[in-house]
């Protein structure tokens, strides 16, 4: 079992958690509006989504792997240019961040699970996502692929539920800091366009 490869999938989980998108504003605005519990709430929703998109992964990818060393280095390949392109349309992106509390409705507790839950599921960019980042980080030999994405899946709901549930908690004070300092969205910018392009490079030349 190779452990440097799993602290560094969640180096790069954390660093993607914490670059801005859509996922951590939407929570955030929750937060703001409704309340800490509330953000929570849409946080928990949005991590058990990515349950389902684990399994989608884990199992077909999985038969691909046994199937052909050809195909896997296909998905690979495929996952490294789709990195490469979301760094790309970050770069084309502006610098700042837009956070406006006029379209946010309120709503409950359960709704809020129930939407993030939703949201995410619904979301095939997600499952795209977990399947150009999870194959470059398989770790074991011993292992069979289904269980190690499984573990892949774990840690990158605990490590984002960490950092989304930060910012629902700390929702006030992170609006009034990116509201009041311009400079934040540009540099936040960078760093996701130098993570998506770090970890692109780091799947292409990783080995089965």
């Not at 490869?5 to 670059?19: E, K, P, Q, R």
């Not at 939703?118 to 770790?139: D, R, Y």
């Not at 573990?151 to 609006?175: D, K, R, T």
Request: contains cysteine; aromatic residues 16%.
């Amino acid at each position: 079992m190779n452990f440097d490869i799993l602290y560094t999938f969640v180096l790069a989980t954390l660093a993607l958690s914490i670059s801005p998108g859509p996922d951590n504003i939407y929570v955030l605005m929750q937060s703001i509006v409704n309340g800490k519990k509330y953000g929570l709430a849409t946080v928990a929703g949005l991590m058990s989504g990515c349950l389902v998109h684990t399994t989608l992964v884990a199992f077909g990818v999985s038969v691909i792997i046994q199937k052909s060393e050809m195909l896997f280095f296909a998905i690979k390949l495929m996952g490294a240019l789709y990195l490469f392109f979301l760094a790309y349309k970050v770069w084309r992106s502006k610098g700042s961040i837009q956070l406006s509390e006029d379209s946010v409705e309120k709503k409950s507790v359960g709704q809020l699970f129930r939407q993030g839950f939703i949201m995410n599921v619904l979301n095939p960019k997600v499952s795209i996502f977990f399947l150009a980042f999870f194959p470059g980080f398989l770790f074991s030999k011993e292992l069979s692929s289904v269980t190690q994405f499984y573990v892949l899946g774990f840690l990158f709901i605990v490590v984002s539920f960490i950092v989304f549930g930060g910012i629902a908690i700390m929702a006030g004070f992170i609006s009034d800091y990116v509201k009041s300092n311009s400079k934040v969205g540009v540099f936040l910018k960078w760093m996701q366009i130098i993570v998506f392009v770090g970890i692109g490079i780091f799947i292409l030349f990783s080995r089965k």
